[in-house]
């Protein structure tokens, strides 16, 4: 499901729906059942919930970014109040620019985003370290087993790169397409040429899917 414009989970209604959603849409009870277990296991961090309006186990693309924003984390005590979700929807830049880079690459299915990290750190200047990218990438290759048609990981930024080669598939063995590109946050986004290679990254990813 794709909202027909970004920030759409700052309504409160459409965030109620998407709660209702996460639990009784089958397609995401793998990954809600399995997000919950990982945030048992992760010493009292926050782990964010998939978005139940993405495709869930039937993804196709595994968008992959760094790690989750203020407006992922519902418990966070911002000003705007977090969704809990890791969304295209949330209210802010970073998932705004994501959301007209899918919307013009055409890219409105068979999706799911998550983050080389998968738990809060704190506000965007706190960067994963060696130690996170290794615990998150283990993560990381839990939930790809639970991804049985995943044919394409995007790599968003140099973490979600660094973390995917070092740790998760250091030997390039995996039997899925890796495409790296820019991350969509606002400082990337604000670069000339970044935006529209964004979009042509995720526009050739569309393509790939259209053609099998």
Same mark, same amino acid.
């Given at each position: 499901m794709f909202l027909p414009a970004p920030k759409g989970l700052r309504s409160a209604k459409i965030l109620d729906e998407r709660l209702e959603m996460l639990t009784t849409i089958p397609s995401v009870q793998p990954l809600r059942e399995w997000a919950s277990d990982l945030e048992q296991r992760a010493d009292g961090r926050v782990v964010p919930r998939f978005d139940p309006a993405e495709a869930g186990v039937d993804a196709r693309v595994l968008f992959v970014l760094e790690a989750p924003g203020p407006m992922a984390?519902?418990? /966070? @005590?911002? =000003?705007r109040p977090g969704s809990g979700f890791i969304s295209v929807? $949330? $209210?802010?830049?970073?998932?705004?620019n994501l959301w007209l880079a899918r919307d013009a690459a055409a890219l409105h299915d068979h999706f799911l985003a998550w983050n080389i990290v998968p738990w809060y750190l704190g506000p965007a200047s706190v960067k994963p370290n060696a130690a996170e990218l290794a615990e998150g990438s283990a993560a990381l290759r839990e939930l790809m087993q639970l991804l049985p048609v995943l044919e394409v990981v995007v790599l968003s930024g140099r973490f979600a790169q660094r973390g995917w080669r070092k740790f998760v598939d250091p030997s390039g063995r995996l039997p899925v397409s890796v495409v790296d590109t820019?991350?969509? @946050?606002?400082? /990337?986004m604000a670069q000339p040429g970044k935006r529209d290679a964004l =979009?042509?990254?995720l526009r050739a990813v569309a393509g790939t899917l259209s053609r099998r």
């Open positions: 984390n519902a418990l /966070s @005590g911002n =000003v929807d $949330n $209210n802010d830049a970073t998932a705004a820019w991350h969509p @946050g606002p400082q /990337s =979009v042509a990254d």
